[in-house]
């Protein structure tokens, strides 16, 4: 019996990676019957046989998992965003911060295209990446084409598992491609009509940059927030988590009781207008969610 990790997941196979080869696999029925699905990243137990093929036999237990992209056991996220083509948008942004805090995985903001961006609008991209670096986000502003800026995500991607997310468009594979010229993952142009890249990776895989394991994911424009409690959505925000017990009564919303701390320093330029705004609008979402029976 092996053990290993999962780094491709494609037409019913899982890839398995253990003492630096590479076993094709399968998963048991038994997992089809409970229901459970092995995900890249999961770390296994698999039966070898002939061939560098096997069955995998038992998932260990996961640190995390995202659903959408479907990956588990990620040390951080990589967000990316650009300034522009598709134009930067803080509110997307927050929704993939406030799912990555809810699933307490660190997050690393990288901004593309920056040379894309007029004056005025490059002024107000990095206003708005200022909150982000004052809330203890790391903030990088990297090309493609810019080995010296490439380099600056050396360290942050060096003995981690990393998933780079993002809307489509914003240089996820590209990024990766420059990352590592060997890859030569597909790239889409981005849609004049739609404002968006097309979806060119269509599986979740690990790949090997620098020294870490970093997955390229299918792109995509929203996300749900449907794990996500009421209750718990503060704590997605650092600034309103490091303020909630301050509040005067306990379980405060932050919306309209008297005696908000959340709301005081809002009003005191101590919490970003935007964030907030943002808060306020994703608790709306959650509250009219259907409830699950």
């Known amino acids: 019996m092996l053990e290993g990790r999962i780094i491709k997941a494609l037409s019913g196979f899982y890839y398995v990676k253990t003492h630096n080869q590479i076993y094709q696999t399968r998963g048991r029925g038994l997992f089809r019957n409970q229901s459970i699905k ?37 040390d951080q996220a990589i967000v990316m965003s650009s300034a522009e083509n598709p134009s930067f948008s803080p509110l997307l942004l927050d929704r993939f911060l406030v799912l990555l805090e809810a699933k307490q995985i660190h997050a690393v903001i990288v901004i593309s295209k920056m040379d894309l961006a007029a004056t005025e609008k490059l002024a107000e991209v990095r206003s ?27 360290p942050h991607i060096n003995n981690k598992v990393s998933v780079i997310a993002g809307q489509s468009g914003v240089g996820k594979s590209t990024l990766i491609n ?25 599986h979740v895989e690990l790949l090997e940059v620098y020294e870490g ?4 994911t299918p792109g995509f424009s929203s996300i749900d927030f449907s794990d996500i409690e009421l209750q718990s959505l503060s704590s997605c925000f650092p600034e309103i988590r490091n303020r909630q017990d301050d509040c005067k009564f306990r379980g ?25 705004n943002h808060y306020l609008r994703f608790y709306e979402e959650i509250q009219s969610r259907k409830p699950r029976y």
């Open 38 to 74: 092995p995900l890249v990243g999961d770390l296994v137990k698999f039966d070898a046989r002939e061939e560098m093929e096997g069955y995998i036999t038992e998932i260990l237990p996961r640190r995390n998992e995202l659903i959408r992209p479907p990956i588990a056991n990620i």
């Open 128 to 154: 708005t990446l200022n909150a982000y670096e004052a809330l203890g986000y790391p903030v990088l502003s990297l090309s493609a084409h810019n080995h010296d800026e490439l380099q600056k995500l050396e």
């Open 178 to 202: 420059a990352l590592d010229e060997t890859l030569e993952l597909e790239t889409g142009a981005i849609s004049k009509s739609l404002g968006r890249g097309r979806h060119t990776t269509r």
């Open 213 to 216: 394991l970093v997955a390229d």
């Open 252 to 276: 405060c919303s932050h919306r309209t009781e008297p005696g908000c701390a959340v709301k005081a320093a809002v009003e005191a330029q101590e919490i970003a207008t935007f964030r907030y």
